[in-house]
């Protein structure tokens, strides 16, 4: 492409294509740049976009991005020659002597934000506001007004005299910005000349988000290889002091040790009806334990550690040790039941919860939790199952269901029946009479070894 082509596409033509934003056309407008020639002459010429009536940061990006594309698109060699040079002129004196380039007005300011990549310039972006926010109060307060690629543009490249400049900071102030100029341009060499691989940690939080500068999360992702979603979770739902959240986390089994509160002492702390409390917590739970919830999407890249935990046709009770090594490994306080629930979501489907995560004193069908092969549970509907074995067990009538295969055929629990399901629905039912009833199945024949119902341990069933 040669650059006197570039004059037959108009910037109208890119927005309307989607190539450009509303902001960036009429921007380029305000100061008579109509096509795509006209941009990337001014680019060229060391013209600024941040300094264009109503540019930001992120319009200034775009331009440049967009001015990038097209340069790299240029083959006459007598067009790119001049560009390609300066790029390298540009390189060359930046690394070879940073201080007297700057000191010396070598490089333009947008010459020396276009060499940095996407992650320098974020990290010298951080830099430069953690240094603003370690200046005294009054310096701190003005400094922040001023965007960080005006401070670049404006003062870092200029003379030390045009930082009195900036409003409302005079003479006293003076030797406080002439310090935080000198630190930032040591920030920039030490960024500049190390490899990127040097802010692995910093690098990840730019993709993958804030959590990243939680050192426990760092550390974890660094010897696992994902991300620890339950300590994640719990993190977020314990630094929300909202109505809501507390409503939720005193109403549903959570937390090991918090303490449940009746929707009548929830509405004394709120100066809320019980009526009006119920909707909330039914409402946040709903929110809160859903696949579409945000918090949760933003962590789906994670799911796949946890699908694979579990196998399709596996049967996830409580007590299982996967269960007890995620508690283990991500340090977490969560109830069993709530990890289950969690589990539900993150395994995408393909299986389903039942169980006990309610509140104490409400009503329950099960006694524990437990994950069950979405195909299974839609299958039958193993909660009738479960109230069927209650009215048999309460009469005493446990030979009724001695021959469970037979017995689960002539169910009234089944939704639809498919070929080769029996045998999961089977084994599921086998768990159930176990954990939910403490019978055993001995030659393939329901006993009941003792009078009393087998249970977990305490702190399954603790409420």
């Not at 010298?124 to 701190?140: G, I, M, P």
């Not at 935990?309 to 109830?335: C, G, M, P, V, Y």
């Not at 395994?347 to 006694?367: L, P």
């Amino acid at each position: 492409m040669l650059k006197e082509s570039l004059k037959t596409i108009s910037l109208h033509d890119l927005y309307q294509n989607r190539g450009l934003s509303v902001r960036a056309l009429n921007c380029c407008f305000s100061i008579d740049l109509h096509t795509v020639y006209d941009i990337v002459s001014y680019y060229e010429e060391g013209g600024s976009f941040i300094k264009m009536r109503n540019v930001g940061r992120k319009t200034s990006q775009e331009l440049g991005e967009l001015c990038h594309k097209f340069i790299l698109q240029l083959d006459d060699p007598k067009e790119t020659s001049p560009v390609a040079n300066r790029v390298s002129e540009v390189k060359e004196l930046i690394e070879n002597d940073f201080f007297h380039t700057i000191n010396h007005k070598l490089i333009s300011p947008a010459e020396l934000l276009n060499y940095l990549s996407p992650l320098k310039k974020i990290l010298v972006e951080k830099r430069y506001k953690e240094l603003v926010s370690s200046c005294s109060k009054r310096t701190a307060k003005w400094l922040s007004t001023i965007d960080f690629e005006y401070f670049m543009y404006d003062y870092l490249i200029e003379q030390d005299k045009t930082l009195m400049n900036i409003r409302n900071l005079g003479k006293k102030a003076y030797p406080e910005l002439i310090a935080l100029k000198r630190r930032l341009e040591n920030e920039l060499l030490n960024i500049i000349h190390s490899p990127e691989e040097a802010f692995q940690r910093e690098k990840l939080i730019l993709e993958k988000g804030k959590w990243f500068r939680e050192d426990f999360v760092y550390d974890y992702h660094q010897q696992q290889g994902h991300m620890p979603l339950f300590w994640i979770l719990e993190k977020e739902l314990k630094s929300n002091d909202t109505r809501e959240i507390h409503i939720l986390l005193h109403s549903y089994r959570i937390f090991e040790n918090d303490e449940h509160l009746t929707n009548k002492s929830l509405g004394e702390i709120h100066n809320l009806s019980t009526q009006r409390v119920n909707q909330i917590k039914n409402k946040t739970y709903q929110h809160f334990f859903s696949a579409d919830n945000p918090l949760i999407q933003q962590l789906k890249e994670e799911w796949p550690f946890y699908q694979n935990s579990i196998k399709d046709d596996d049967i996830l009770w409580q007590n299982d040790e996967r269960i007890s090594a995620f508690i283990e490994q991500e340090n977490i306080h969560f109830t069993r039941d709530c990890i289950l629930k969690l589990l539900s979501l993150f395994t995408d489907s393909r299986h389903t919860y039942r169980g006990s995560f309610v509140a104490r004193g409400d009503d329950k069908t099960w006694k524990n939790s437990v994950l069950i092969p979405t195909g299974l549970a839609d299958a039958f509907n193993f909660d009738r199952f479960i109230a069927d074995i209650k009215q048999l067990v309460s009469i005493n009538r446990i030979d009724i269901i001695s021959d469970l295969e037979v017995y689960i055929l002539g169910s009234p629990g089944w939704k639809k029946y498919k070929n080769g399901i029996i045998g999961g629905i089977v084994e599921v039912a086998k768990d159930i009479l176990q954990y939910e009833f403490g019978l055993s199945i001995v030659s393939g024949k329901v006993i009941d070894p003792s009078p009393h119902p087998k249970k977990f341990p305490e702190y399954y069933s603790k409420y």
